[in-house]
């Protein structure tokens, strides 16, 4: 019985985990708990074996560095605060060379900016975490970038958009390796929703078509939507008047709206309190703005500022 368990034990597969300082939990540690429960042998491999600062402060040591790492069938790239590791040379080159002795690479979060930079991603569609996706396209050459899906696999290279995505990523792996039913047990069995069809991407979402509103002294009291409709709401107290918050969300939404591919247009208003605004985004799809402002009920002086974000019908 005893050579049986080590013979299943060594044909199991191999997942090599890299970190680095800043390196986000989740990207590591969720697709760490799919492999796992998958049966997947995991180890970690760091430049030196000093202990690792996580972006929340969590500190990790890893199994190995750059110098003495064995090869794994999968190499796992997560992401976080990736300056560092993208401008680290020994790191990109560990990389480099550890993708040519894997049969799989998947990156999570901004770990594809890794990638790229270690010119995994050329040529290749890709995706990354909703606050990164825009400059992935030119982090490499010929990147195309997808704003839709959870990951994207290009056969030996799979990238996973933000956080959790590495989840889906690691689930669709451990399928693609091992069989759909083993994929669907894992999940099942660590009590994750695994939707393989899945169509809550962040990047994808209706917010993506508008500005980085600033100047405003703000509180956020909402944020909801989903692909074809937000709505966000904010208490504001500056500026300190109706007048004054829809005009500099005026002046935002003409000079800044992303993503759009004509010029924004803004409606003539039927009340002081309102703005409307519409446009075509970068798929040739119409969109309608607005904004309404009222005195808040609660705190005098600010105001409730509601923005929404439809499709055209």
Known sequence: MTLIEKEQADKSPTVSILLFDHVEIIDFAGPWEVF?????????????????????????????????????????????????????????????????????????????????????????????????????????????????????????????????????????LVAKMLGKAQAQKVALGIEYNWDPDGKFVRAALADRYLPNFQGFDAREISLEGDAARWELKALVSRPASIAGIIELTQKQVIANTPHSTSPVVVLPRNKANELQWKFTDDQGRKWLGSQTVEPSAQEGGKFIATVRLNLAP
């Open 36 to 172: 796992g429960a998958a049966g997947y042998k995991i180890f970690t491999v760091a430049e030196k074996t000093d202990p690792i600062n996580t972006v929340y402060g969590q500190r990790v040591v890893a199994d190995y560095t750059f110098d003495n790492s064995p090869t794994a069938e999968v190499l796992l790239v997560p992401g976080g605060g990736v300056a560092d590791a993208t401008n680290n040379a020994k790191l990109i080159k560990w990389v480099q060379d550890s993708t040519k002795n894997s049969q799989y690479v998947m990156s999570v979060c901004t770990g594809a900016f890794i990638l790229a930079k270690a010119g995994l991603l050329d040529g290749l569609t890709a995706t990354t975490v909703r606050g990164g996706i825009d400059r992935l396209a030119t982090a490499g050459k010929d990147i195309k970038v997808v704003y839709d899906k959870r990951y994207v696999d290009n056969g030996k290279i799979l990238t996973t958009a933000g956080l959790s995505s590495g989840i889906d990523g690691a689930c669709y």
